[in-house]
């Protein structure tokens, strides 16, 4: 099993900007996949950002290119989400994904973080 726990959510001014955390714990070692998501009130959930092991490569909801980052820190088994120029339209839990692209693992999810931004 692996245990993933999200921190960095909260309020914040449309244009600001919050960096999201999601640390991973257990059985790690099949993961080679981790991401974020998130759902609005009344919508469904979708994929923000991902990021793949190995070679690393990233990839990027259209709504979100170029004002949000996704990076990890392998020592540290930890995926961050930078998200600069927020807009009132992020406003959503988000939640981090782990998972085996070829199906050998996952996929686990965190416990979701708020995210609010205010017009």
């Known amino acids: 099993q692996v245990q993933l726990v999200e921190s960095g959510g909260g309020l914040v001014q449309a244009g600001g900007s919050l960096r999201l955390s999601c640390a991973a714990s257990?059985?790690?070692?099949?993961?080679?996949?981790m991401g974020w998501y998130r759902q609005a009130p009344g919508k469904q959930r979708e994929l923000v950002a991902s990021?793949?092991?190995?070679?690393?490569?990233?990839n990027y909801a259209d709504s979100v290119k170029g004002r949000f980052t996704i990076s990890r820190d392998s020592a540290k088994n930890t995926v961050y989400l930078q998200m600069n120029n927020l807009m009132p339209e992020d406003t959503a839990v988000y939640y981090c994904?782990?998972?085996?692209?070829?199906?050998?693992?996952?996929?686990?999810w965190g416990q979701g973080t708020q995210v609010t931004v205010s017009s």
């Open positions: 990021i793949s092991f190995r070679p690393s490569t990233t």
């Open positions: 994904n782990a998972r085996n692209k070829y199906n050998l693992g996952g996929p686990y």
């Open positions: 257990g059985s790690t070692f099949n993961i080679n996949v």
